[in-house]
């Protein structure tokens, strides 16, 4: 077979060329540090990396998705444990109006303080976070939630709860509207509630009772009506829904009466007279901010002799007893609030694992191995050298060197 010297050259160049190129390659892997330079070097660990990367990247996202739910979280946490103890402020103060020897003035003048307290508690409710947005207004995060005018407080925003996506399965709350915190406050005690008719002129306190047999209960409203006879009193249980009678001239002890029908349980204690009339009707929602607006108008309202005092033994009883609910409402919800920032933890550790395990598969799957890719550098300038040798080597021969 007969070669041409041209056809040596040109496979001799061309070897040298190849080699050159997988020199280059090689070169190329260690300065970046990657075994796969383009997707045709390996195609099925490029599109395993590709996928991965994604992984990655999402994983990341839901890093930052969580940090900024723990920013929001924590700071509603922070409103919640103010919010907290300006309820307690309130409750003090009421507790203080009420001692024996203060007088209409003296109320007036913690009317004032609960009424500042009023405007401090609606400006936390209308807190924004740092990007200006509204905590508890639900979705509306641009519409300030309470609007105040006076003693009236009007919730503006909605009912929704922002959710954030802080894992592959999971979105979490990240806020609370308005109203679950601040107005669905059960009054009385949950599950009834007990007052005294506002004309009442005898001296009875009556308490917020319990509930003794919940089987019992009918979630019917009740009147009790009290009578004075020759000096005895006695009193009737009507069922106001169904406007019958329950119990009929039952005796009253002023200091050891306990009534007690359909399930509930209560005092009244003090000296009813002839015509007052006491009410128990089924917990109904009622807001933080009218349960002060009560605590204020029962404080500005003249207290002293009778009925006076007792009509305000009777609304500072209700106010503290619904103060106490509120604070109890936001104390599920700090301890809603802790859930969510545990769990927050716990994402944030398994995402740190999974991190860690992503980067592990990326860089077995396209990271260079060094030793190896130095050892196949040297080899190659070797074989580079071998064909540059030979090349000049075989481009000498002529025939002409023969003659």
Sequence with gaps: ?????????????????????????????????????????????????????????????????RTTAESSLKLEENILRKVTSLLQDVHESAIRAGTASFTDA????????????LESLVGLANTTDEKGQFLFSGYQANTKPFSQIGLNVQYLGDQGQRLSQVGPSRQLAVSDPGTDIFERIKNGNGVFTT??????????????????????LTGNSYEINFSVTGGVTTYNVINATTSTTVSSGNSYNNSTSTINFDGMQFSIKGDPVNGDKFTVSPSNNKSMFQTISDLVVALEKPASGQPG????????????????????????KQSSIGARLQEIDALESVGGDQEIQFESLLSNLQDVDFAKAISDLQRQQLYLQAAQQSYVKISGLSLFNYI
């Design 309 to 332: 005092g007792t009509r305000f033994a009777n609304a500072l009883n209700s106010s503290l007893q619904n103060i106490n609910n509120s604070l109890e409402n936001v104390l599920t």
């Design 106 to 117: 003296d109320r007036i003048i913690v009317a004032k303080e609960i009424r500042s307290q």
């Design 195 to 216: 007052a005294a008719h506002s004309l009442n002129q005898g001296t009875g306190v009556i308490d917020t009772g319990s509930v003794v047999n919940p089987a019992s």
């Design 1 to 65: 077979m007969r070669i041409s010297s041209n056809t040596i050259y040109e496979t001799g160049t061309n070897l040298m060329l190849q080699q050159q190129d997988t020199l280059i390659k090689t070169q190329q892997q260690l300065s970046t540090g990657r075994r796969i330079l383009t997707p045709a070097d390996d195609p099925i660990a490029a599109a395993q990396a590709l996928s991965i990367s994604q992984s990655i990247s999402l994983n990341k996202q839901y890093s930052i998705n």
